[in-house]
């Protein structure tokens, strides 16, 4: 994969990205952080690495600016601001589709806790053009009003000890009108820092990307 740094225009802001990218994949995945992550999110980069090496481009991106994170860490409010986080993934689909070297290729999205909201929201207000999205740990709840309007095909990755977000997202589930899973990870927390938690996330994650890449 050739890497390379990117800055993308949102609005009034510039977000940075990192860009993993040859002529020969099935597809570019776009990665959207949640509560207080970012493009650094060691969690997130695994998962990516698993897309390079199964044919997939990626971008991770962060969704907030250095000062909009600074002043997010005291006040938390930017992180659940779904409709922000939906406007700059948008942002960052359209640089991919305007972009020379990636525009001839498929996007989809993974989203990992608020940032699945985001991916959700985008999703449905782009359309099926979307070839699938991915939420790992997500709060889908977040973007419930949008939830009936996603066209892409969803895959939902909970953890079986985080309860609470599995409540959260089996909701989410029958809001979802377009093909749809809940996956439920043995053994996993929120994080999914149990061994070989994040490992059945990436294959997961991979099938999906897989099965409807084509």
Do not use: C
């Amino acid at each position: 994969m050739d890497k390379q740094s990117i800055q993308i225009q949102s609005g009034k802001v510039k977000i940075d990205g990192d860009l993993a990218i040859t002529g020969e994949i099935k597809g570019i995945v776009v990665f959207a952080h949640g509560s207080g992550s970012s493009r650094f999110s060691q969690r997130n980069r695994f998962v990516a690495q698993r897309l390079n090496e199964a044919g997939f481009g990626t971008l991770l991106i962060d969704l907030l600016t250095p000062d909009e994170e600074d002043r997010d860490s005291y006040t938390a409010e930017l992180r659940f601001d779904i409709d922000l986080l939906a406007s700059r993934l948008i942002s960052a689909t359209e640089w991919l589709r305007k972009n020379k070297i990636s525009k001839k290729f498929k996007i989809g999205y993974f989203g990992a806790s608020t940032g699945a909201a985001a991916a959700l929201q985008a999703s449905a207000k782009i359309g099926n053009s979307i070839f699938a999205v991915v939420s790992r740990g997500g709060r889908p709840d977040l973007a419930f009003d949008w939830l009936s309007k996603v066209k892409s095909p969803a895959l939902l990755i909970v953890g079986e000890n985080d309860t609470t977000v599995i409540r959260l997202n089996k909701e989410a589930l029958g809001k979802l009108n377009a093909e749809k899973k809940l996956t439920i990870i043995p053994g996993a927390t929120h994080l999914f820092e149990e061994p070989g938690a994040l490992e059945l996330v990436s294959d997961n994650a991979v099938e999906w990307f897989l099965e409807h890449a084509n």
